[in-house]
C-alpha cells in the first residue's frame, strides 16, 4: 500500500508521482484531496489528487517543492512507500451542465484543475480553460489539459510561451469579445484567485475557488483550516476546499497562511542538514 510506482520530474522544483492507493482511487471525485505522512516522524500535508486510475488502484499527486514535506517527496523513488494516506477527504466538485466553464489554472494549480476540467467536459459543458504559469518552464499539463478541454489558451507572464500576461488578462480578454461565461473555476496562488475574482465580478460570473488553507486533521476537528466566507466561519478541510470566490475572505486567508512561515523556515533549514536533505536541489544552490 501507498507504494510509489511511478515518478517524475515536470518542472523545475515540481514533481509527478503515481501511487497505489486502491481505495482512494476507487472514491475519489473531482476536487477532492488526501492527507499524506511521508514517515512515522513526519508532518501531514494535504495535497489535491490530480488524477486516479481505479482499474490500476492508483491517483496520481503532482506537488510542489515548498517546505519540509515536498522536498522529503522529492527524494522519495520508486518502489519507495509513504508512511500514510487518509483520504479521499472534503467536498467533491458541484459538476453539472453549466453551459460554458472557463477554468484558469496558474502554476501548480492546474493540477487540481485538471480532473475538475475532465468532470466539467464529461458532463456536457463547453471548456475553455486558460492555463498559465510565470515562465514556459513552469508550465504543467498543458497537453492533459488540451484533452479534455474544447478551448485552451496558455499564458505566461514573461512571454516564453503561448500569451504574454497573466491568466486574468487572457480571461478579460474572453470577456471582452463577448463570450457568455457561465462559471469560472479558478485556482492557483492567492493573489492569482484574488484577481481572476476581481475580473469576474466585475462581469458579474459566478466563480469557484480552491482554497489552501493549513490543515492538520482534515476531518472537521482541529479547526487549523479556518477561512471566512460570506462572513462566515468555514473549515476548509470539510466545507471545502472549494467556495464561492466572489465570497471569500482573502486578506485573512494571506495573513493565515503565513502564520507558520518562521517556524517553517527553521524546519527547512534543519532539514537541508539531514541525510535525504542532502539530496535535494534548493533554489540559490546548497545550504
Ligand atoms: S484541518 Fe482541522 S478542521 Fe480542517
Given at each position: 500500500m501507498f507504494e510509489i510506482v511511478e515518478k517524475e520530474r515536470i518542472a523545475p522544483g515540481v514533481n509527478r508521482a503515481v501511487i497505489n492507493a486502491p481505495a482512494i482511487a476507487r472514491a475519489h471525485k473531482p476536487g477532492q484531496f488526501i492527507i499524506l505522512r511521508t514517515h512515522e516522524n513526519g508532518e501531514r500535508i494535504p495535497l489535491t489528487v490530480a488524477d486516479k486510475d481505479a482499474e490500476k488502484g492508483t491517483i496520481t499527486l503532482i506537488w510542489q517543492e515548498v517546505g519540509v514535506t515536498t522536498y522529503y517527496m522529492s527524494t522519495m523513488n520508486v518502489g519507495e512507500r509513504l508512511q500514510d494516506l487518509c483520504g479521499p477527504l472534503g467536498t467533491p466538485t458541484h459538476i453539472e451542465k453549466f453551459g460554458t466553464v472557463v477554468g484558469v489554472g496558474g502554476g501548480i494549480g492546474v493540477a487540481p484543475l485538471y480532473p475538475i476540467t475532465k468532470g466539467m467536459r464529461e458532463a456536457g459543458n463547453h471548456v475553455?480553460?486558460?492555463?498559465?504559469?510565470?515562465?514556459?518552464?513552469?508550465?504543467?499539463?498543458?497537453?492533459?489539459?488540451r484533452k479534455v478541454s474544447d478551448e485552451i489558451l496558455i499564458s505566461t507572464d514573461d512571454g516564453s510561451f503561448g500569451i504574454h500576461g497573466f491568466v486574468t488578462q487572457v480571461l478579460q480578454g474572453l470577456i471582452d469579445k463577448g463570450t457568455k461565461i457561465d462559471l469560472c473555476v479558478a485556482i492557483g496562488p492567492v493573489p492569482m484567485m484574488r484577481a481572476v475574482v476581481n475580473v469576474t465580478r466585475a462581469a458579474n460570473i459566478p466563480t469557484v475557488v480552491s482554497l489552501n488553507p493549513i490543515m492538520v486533521d482534515g476531518t472537521g476537528m482541529c479547526g487549523a483550516c479556518r477561512v471566512e466566507v460570506g462572513g462566515k466561519t468555514k473549515f476548509g478541510c470539510v466545507d471545502g476546499p472549494e467556495f464561492d470566490g466572489l465570497q471569500v475572505d482573502f486578506d485573512l486567508l494571506t495573513k493565515r497562511l503565513a502564520m507558520y512561515k518562521g517556524p517553517e523556515l527553521i524546519a527547512l533549514n534543519k532539514f537541508r542538514e539531514s541525510e535525504r536533505g542532502c539530496q535535494c536541489k534548493f533554489p540559490g544552490g546548497a545550504a
Open positions: 475553455i480553460s486558460i492555463v498559465g504559469a510565470r515562465t514556459e518552464g513552469l508550465l504543467i499539463l498543458t497537453e492533459e489539459m
